[in-house]
């Protein structure tokens, strides 16, 4: 189940990965940081940020995205531009890129990258394109 999240945790995740979330995603993550979602014919479960509030919150947000994107980069064909945002349980991500080879902003399109091919492919447009297609 997810819950929202404050401002300052949002800009804490962004602040260690040296990147800025889009509007509309840390829009998402504000009100329901974490949470599941039905496409490309599969169940993905997206990542939370981490949420320090309290002892409860720190355990349910653990699977963090700095967590999960620093484990992803470990596998061979991961995108060095992306960070990984959520999974299917089948090694397969949902993952968020930046607009250019120097650029510290993402991209509002969501991919979803293959552990198996290293494909990557555009899932949707942006996260309410993704939402409102569940």
């Not at 997810?2 to 949002?10: G, H, K, P, R, T």
């Not at 962004?14 to 504000?30: Q, V």
């Not at 060095?80 to 959520?86: D, F, H, L, P, S």
Request: no cysteine; net charge negative.
């Amino acid at each position: 189940m997810a819950f929202s999240v404050e401002l300052i945790y949002i800009e804490e995740a962004e602040k260690s990965l040296g990147l800025t979330f889009p509007p509309l995603f840390k829009a998402k993550l504000a009100k329901e940081n974490g949470g599941e979602i039905d496409a490309d014919d599969g169940y993905w479960k997206f990542y939370p940020v981490m949420d320090k509030l309290n002892r409860e919150r720190i355990r349910r947000t653990s699977n963090d995205i700095l967590h999960e994107t620093k484990r992803a980069k470990e596998w061979n064909g991961f995108p060095i531009n992306a960070i990984a945002i959520g999974d299917n349980d089948e090694g397969d991500l949902l993952i968020l890129q930046t607009d250019g080879k120097h650029s510290t902003q993402l991209s509002e399109s969501i991919y979803l990258w293959s552990h198996e091919t290293g494909e990557v492919r555009l899932l949707a447009t942006s996260i309410e394109v993704l939402l409102s297609s569940d």
